[in-house]
């Protein structure tokens, strides 16, 4: 530096000991510096005042000399001393020079000039809010710093800060957030545990609403929680924490539609799976679940985003326990959200509402979207769905449903997705069709394949909650359509065209065939068909699926819908049916459970007893499609106590195959006739007189089976009817009638038989063919 240059009102000697190495000589400056300005301040001289601070810093703090820029700092501190209070006045000219050293690569020099502005901000003391952005960043680069004693008085020098702003009610927040929006996505430790503490300090200040400001900062703080330290993730949690209290305490201030996007990205696990990635998940879920139980229907435009997150982890094992009920708690509540109400079009919705804005997103939710996009890429959130709400007007909240059922669907198809997820995404459909059946059903057609292909599924319960599902579409209201078109030959080989189901007790037209249905059965609307239609083509394409789950299905449908028109839509199809073996295997899988199944209690009483052309219609009905099974027709005619028609039927056994699947298909009728089901038929072989078709039927299936445990079996039974020459046969016109299905005006049993033997003649035309491509000799007797 030149000595000769004139530094006036500094005299030689300041400037000579200021320029000089030793610390002690530039300290000696200093204090005659603090006393010049005193006399300057006595003499309220601020041009003279002014003047030595623009000295200082031009001349000394920003030259090309270390020692200099040395002498300059400790020069610009004293100054600040002596003007104690009226420091305030020359922040900006003391501060400016002081921060510039901060970029210093000399790691005392920057020491120094920490040391300067410490003294300078302990005696401006609150002056200096005006000036605290450039501080709060100077301090934010000295926080990183490598040297541990520039560290060192950075701390002293952030704790003084802290102080200041804690003391005082002058902060400005709105200037300091976008700094501080900008510092907290800094990837460096000390830099992020700078920011949190600062967060953690404003946030503890009565006068200092951050609240107001969290939606700037939160995406920032699930990251920091993402950090490696373990003391910078216990701090972060503890910030987060104090932000839950404060919201859970003042939920009407909360702008949560705000934030709900950051919560969705953050539940969502990245592809690299580590644990402080199950942290941020666990945090986020817990706020997503105070967020729904907090602001209610204003997180409904976000419902597709929330699903995308919560679903995948209610399949969580016990090592993520709590995120699992966090995420459950999120589902439930999520769900109840959804009400009738949501069901109304648009234009009636609104009317219930005050006018909504013109659906413009505001310049400030519109940067968040930017940064939340720019943090995505920054932390390797490239496979996370982002959602945009529906609606953001709190007045007017749409549910989101064309968003909710795609995801539902979306995880429907994934074969990846765990059997809890399933559930519960049936649960929602099933929830949905509740809730706003309308709407939903605009989406049926394209759920429709799934939900039929999930019966295949490995899980019971979630076979259960898909049959639910189904069961509340098939008999829906809301599903009362015009169904012209609406099973077609790619859907079905069976093609039948329901007008509209049952109506007020008018008849269902199936093909060519009008039936009455009683008028007791509840309304089922067209998707029930089509739904009858595909299910017994995949158990027609899934023999798999027909053995081992076929009668919990139909069983559950039974309780679910009504049992006789479960049974009578079945037979109808299966009348029509083209795989005459499949249409023989189906009848005896319907016929077991009809004989066998509690659910089928009430349906059994009613053709028990043929007392109502309804009851009547329904066996004509059953009786036509059984007849693709013989022993299953003759087992009906048992339920019905049509005894004289079974005896007609087993006498035509006789021209029929008889093989070894048709014999253990008679050994099973005999286990059935004693089983509970059938004690009123024993108990009727106590009346012979009035019952003798009933023990030639039974003697002629006792003929047809071989010496066998079933024979026997039989036989032990008939040899218990009393009095054997009661059993007479000789038609008396002026006797009792004998078997009272012959007094039935309802059904005419001469064409029933007829009908059986057309059936039998295309089943033993079916054998023969096959028997000509492929012979069976095994399998015959």
């Not at 530094?7 to 030793?22: Q, W």
């Not at 600062?198 to 995406?219: A, M, Q, T």
């Not at 997150?309 to 090592?319: F, G, K, Q, T």
């Not at 609104?350 to 940067?367: A, L, N, R």
């Amino acid at each position: 530096m030149n000595t000769e240059k004139d530094f006036s009102p500094l005299t030689p000697n300041i400037v000579r000991a200021l320029n000089d190495k030793l610390y002690e000589k530039r300290k000696v400056a200093a204090l005659e510096i603090e006393k010049l300005v005193r006399e300057f301040v006595a003499q309220n001289n601020s041009a003279q005042i002014r003047h030595v601070i623009q000295t200082l810093a031009n001349e000394f703090a920003l030259s090309l000399h270390p020692h200099s820029r040395k002498g300059g700092l400790i020069g610009l501190a004293a100054c600040s001393i002596a003007l104690g209070k009226d420091s305030g006045l020359y922040l900006k000219e003391l501060i400016d020079p002081v921060l510039t050293c901060f970029n210093d690569s000399d790691s005392r020099l920057r020491y120094y000039a920490c040391e300067a502005l410490y003294n300078i901000v302990k005696v401006a003391r609150g002056a200096v809010l005006p000036h605290f952005n450039v501080l709060f960043d100077g301090l934010s680069k000295l926080a990183a710093d490598p040297d541990p004693n520039v560290k060192s008085g950075s701390e002293l020098l952030d704790r003084l800060l802290k102080d200041i702003v804690t003391e005082s009610n002058k902060f400005d927040l709105v200037a300091f957030v976008p700094l501080l929006r900008e510092r907290i996505y800094s990837n460096n430790q000390y830099a992020r545990q700078f920011i949190i503490s600062w967060i953690h300090v404003l946030e503890s200040v009565p006068d200092i609403n951050l609240l107001d400001y969290l939606p700037e900062i939160l995406d920032g703080l699930f990251q920091i929680l993402g950090d490696s330290s373990k003391e910078i993730r216990r701090m972060c949690e503890v910030v987060l924490g104090e932000f839950l209290k404060e919201i859970k305490k003042n939920p009407s201030s909360v702008k949560f539609a705000e934030m709900a996007n950051i919560l969705v990205i953050h539940c969502q696990v990245s592809d690299e799976s580590k644990s402080t990635n199950d942290l941020i998940q666990l945090t986020s879920m817990t706020w997503m679940r105070e967020f729904i139980q907090l602001a209610g229907r204003v997180v409904l435009p976000y419902s597709s985003g929330i699903l995308t997150a919560v679903l995948p982890c209610l399949s969580y094992d016990d090592r993520k326990k709590s995120t699992k009920e966090a995420a459950s708690a999120c589902n439930h509540s999520l769900m109840k959200l959804v009400t009738p109400e949501d069901d109304e079009d648009d234009e009636e919705s609104q009317t219930k509402s005050s006018p909504p804005g013109d659906g413009t997103p505001s310049k400030k939710e519109g940067d968040l979207n930017d940064s939340l996009n720019e943090s995505q890429d920054s932390v390797g959130f490239s496979n996370i769905s982002f959602f945009t709400p529906a609606s953001s007007d709190r007045s007017a909240v749409t549910l989101d449903l064309d968003g909710i059922v795609q995801v539902l669907d979306r995880h429907l198809h994934d074969s990846s997705t765990g059997m809890m997820t399933r559930i519960a995404v049936l649960k929602w459909l099933y929830h949905l069709y509740i809730k706003t059946p309308r709407k939903m059903f605009k989406h049926t057609d394209s759920l429709f394949p799934m939900l039929l292909k999930t019966l295949s599924d490995e899980s019971d319960e979630v076979i259960l909650k898909d049959l639910e599902v189904l069961a509340e579409i098939a008999s829906s209201p809301a599903g009362q359509t015009d169904t012209s078109g609406l099973c077609d030959n790619s859907d079905s080989k069976t093609v039948l065209h329901i007008p509209g189901g049952v109506r007020d007790g008018q008849p269902v037209v199936v093909g060519s065939k009008v039936t009455d249905l009683s008028p007791s059965t509840p309304s089922m609307n067209s998707y029930f068909y089509k739904f009858m239609i595909n299910l017994l083509k995949r158990f027609s394409l899934e023999r798999k699926l027909l053995e081992m789950r076929g009668a919990f299905i139909i069983r559950q449908l039974c309780l679910l819908l009504h049992a006789e028109n479960i049974f009578h839509s079945m037979a109808d199809i299966l009348l029509k049916e083209e795989d005459l073996k499949f249409a023989s295997t189906m009848v005896q899988t319907l016929n077991t459970i009809l004989l066998t199944s509690a659910e089928l209690f009430q349906l059994r009483n009613q053709l028990k007893d043929l007392h109502t052309q309804e009851s009547c219609a329904l066996f004509c009905c059953l009786y036509r499609s059984w007849c693709h099974n013989p022993v299953a027709t003759v087992s009906l005619c048992f339920l019905t106590q049509n005894y004289r028609h079974a005896y007609d039927l087993i006498q035509k056994f006789g021209d029929l195959e008889v093989t070894v699947d048709f014999l253990m298909e008679v050994d099973k009728l005999v286990q059935l006739i004693e089983s509970p089901i059938f004690t009123y038929l024993r108990l009727q072989l106590l009346d012979v007189e009035h019952n003798p078709y009933l023990i030639k039927a039974l003697y002629g299936l006792l003929m047809l089976l071989p010496q066998s445990q079933a024979f026997q079996l039989l036989s032990h039974r008939l040899s218990c009817v009393p009095n054997p020459e009661l059993m007479r046969t000789v038609e008396d016109p002026k006797a009792p009638v004998r078997d009272k299905r012959l007094a039935q005006p309802h059904i005419d049993y001469s064409e029933l038989l007829q009908h059986f033997d057309r059936v039998q003649s295309k089943h033993l035309e079916v054998r023969h063919k096959r028997a000509g491509r492929f012979e069976h000799p095994d399998r015959k007797l």
